[in-house]
Structures are given as C-alpha cells and as structure tokens.
C-alpha cells in the first residue's frame, strides 16, 4: 500500500540547484526489503554536497538527500526486521543516490538497518547520527593502536564540528587531555565545557616548510584533511596515531614521510559508510552506554524542513557548529 509524505526535495533549475518541500509517494521510493517512517534525520557536511548538486555525492537529480534516518519500521519482508521496530539508519547509499531522511519515508535494503540500542528514541539517535559514529570510530582506532591518557595530549582538529565536538567529549570523558583546534574563536567556551582542556586556533595548523616539528601531541583525530592534517601529522609523538576522517580543508595530502620513517606515526583511515553492520551496531551501543556524551546530548539543535536550506548552506560556508537534528514534525 502507498501513502504520499513530505520530503525536502532538491531539483536543478537553470543550472542551480534548488530544495524544497515536495509531496511524493512511497510508491516511487526504491526497492528494499524495509519501509520506514523517519521521524528524525542529522545533517551533515555529505548532505550539504549532495544539496548543491555535488555529482561525486549525487549523479541524478530530483533527489532528497539525508544519509542518517532514524525511525519505525512500517512494512518489511525480511525476517531479520519486524514491522513496529525502531530502527537507525547511516551511510550505505542512502541520501547519496537513494533518497534519504530528509523525507518522511526511506526504503532500503534490511542489510542496512540497525536496531535502536536500548534507553535510545530516533532523536537521541540522530543527535549522534554519522557525525557521531565517525568520532566513535576515530576514537576506537586510537584505543585499539594503544592511545592511552598518560601519553600526553590527544589533538582534535576541527573541533566546532559535528564529528569534531564529539570527539572532544568522548575523549574528555575516558580521561584524555584534549586539544581542541578550531577556526571558531567564539566558540573556545563551548569547547571547554564539553570538556577540552585547551582550544587553540587553526594556525596551530598552518602550513610550515619544515618536514617535521616539535612533538607536542601523543594523538590525534582529524576531521578536515589538506593542510591541517600534513601539519598535525608533523606534530605527533614517536609511536603516536592520527585518525583521520574528513576532508573540509581539502582531499589533497602533501606531507614527506619523515613522520612515518622517523617518528613511526600511524595514519589511521575512518569511513563511516561501507563498514560492516555489526561495527556500526557496536559504536552505537557504546555511545547509548559507557560512552554516553550528555552535554552533545543537551546541546542539539532541532529544526524543521523549512530551515534545511539555511542550515546546509552553513556547512559549505564552514560556519556550521555543533549538532543539529532535523525533525519531521516541526
């Protein structure tokens, strides 16, 4: 049975593109085995690609982006998910060339859905959504290489940001000293209390003719890429490790490998879309559990459709900050 829904759909005109509310029928979404009702979606920086028409994001257009989801399951042929379940949904393609959660309803594949963690509703969820999953994994890369507290400073590039802001609570929270690097000189407070213990600015990571310089930091995650990344990379303990997950500041890395030969530092690679399932289902139940961030938790941001333009526009300007939830009630 097909019901119409709302969806901010994006459409080109004239060589721009353009989103907007649309009415659309779930009639016309793609095959899968699960049918879900989204009550709430996370922005994000691939979100705001896919919606200015981005062809690497997204090749055809009308679409309706939104790669997190978050909600119940109204019809499945699958046995793995029952109808009435609550359900996340990240990465894959959804929100890529498969429309995504800034419409009222997906369907997608079961293969891609992962059950609401216990404690958890969607909008907890998408307080967390890829953002959140992709600090939980940087995190996870760190410890698993042996990041420890008592090695000094733990770096986090891009600190305002959606991933970047969860990184510094988590790792605020297992004990680490975090250095929160951003571009954002207004938001210095914000990153304190979520737990940094020192902001500094984005030239901490300007770019230096030097092939290495003093080491000041045991770890690190970074979420922008290009230049900032080469300089941190330079700046990393003997033995350390950097994750890295993002590309804001660009996808070119013009480094030597001084730090690798000299200094045996590990650039450890994050992707958040085509891990197995059950990686995903493990960050999620640690971050409903022992690695709970409550101050991200209070300090989301809710939106409704009618503010989706706006606040995507923010990403690609870089003014974006923090977490924000798109709920398809308001």
């Known amino acids: 049975m097909s019901t119409d829904y709302k969806a901010w ?21 793609p095959e899968g085995e699960v049918l879900i009702r989204v009550s709430h979606s996370s922005l994000n920086y691939k979100d705001a690609l896919s919606a200015s028409g981005n062809k690497g994001v997204t ?11 978050a909600g119940e399951v109204v019809e499945s042929s699958s046995d793995s998910i029952t ?12 929100g890529m060339n498969t429309d995504g959660g800034f419409g009222e309803y997906i369907r997608v594949p079961a293969a891609w859905c992962v059950p609401m963690p ?35 400073a733990v770096a986090v590039s ?28 207004d938001h210095a407070e914000d990153l304190k209390a979520l737990g940094a213990k020192d902001v500094v600015g984005r030239d901490a990571l300007s770019q230096e003719k030097k092939p290495l310089l003093k080491p000041v930091f045991a770890n690190a995650v970074d979420t922008v890429g290009g230049t900032p990344l080469a300089e941190m990379l330079k700046q990393v303990k003997p033995g350390g490790s ?29 992707d958040s879309v085509e891990i197995p399932l059950a990686d995903k289902v493990s960050v999620w139940e640690k971050f409903a559990g022992e690695w709970a961030c409550p101050k991200t938790e209070a300090s989301a941001r809710d939106i409704g459709r009618a503010e989706l333009d706006g606040a995507l526009k923010a990403f690609l300007k870089g003014e974006s900050a923090g977490k924000i939830v798109l709920d398809h009630s308001k």
Not at 85 to 94: C, E, Q, R
Request: proline share 4%; with cysteine.
């Open 242 to 270: 950097v994750s890295c997950c993002g590309l804001v500041a660009g996808p070119q890395l013009e480094t030597t490998v001084l730090p690798f030969i000299l200094r045996g530092v590990n650039l450890l690679g994050v």
């Open 9 to 29: 759909r994006v459409e080109e005109q004239g060589g721009d593109y353009v989103g907007s509310e649309k009415i659309l029928n779930t009639g016309d979404l």
């Open 118 to 152: 216990a404690g958890w509703n969607a909008r907890t969820a998408m307080i967390y959504g890829t953002a959140g999953l992709t600090a939980g994994l940087c995190v996870q890369k760190l410890l698993k290489m042996g990041a420890a507290p008592e090695q000094g």
């Open 83 to 94: 109808a009435g379940a609550s359900v996340i949904v990240t990465g894959y393609d959804l």
């Open 59 to 69: 090749r055809n257009f009308p679409h309706t982006p939104g790669i997190d989801a």
């Open 158 to 185: 891009g600190a305002s940001g959606a991933v970047g802001s969860v990184a510094v609570e988590l790792l605020s929270g297992l004990g680490f000293d975090v250095v929160a690097i951003s571009g954002k000189a």
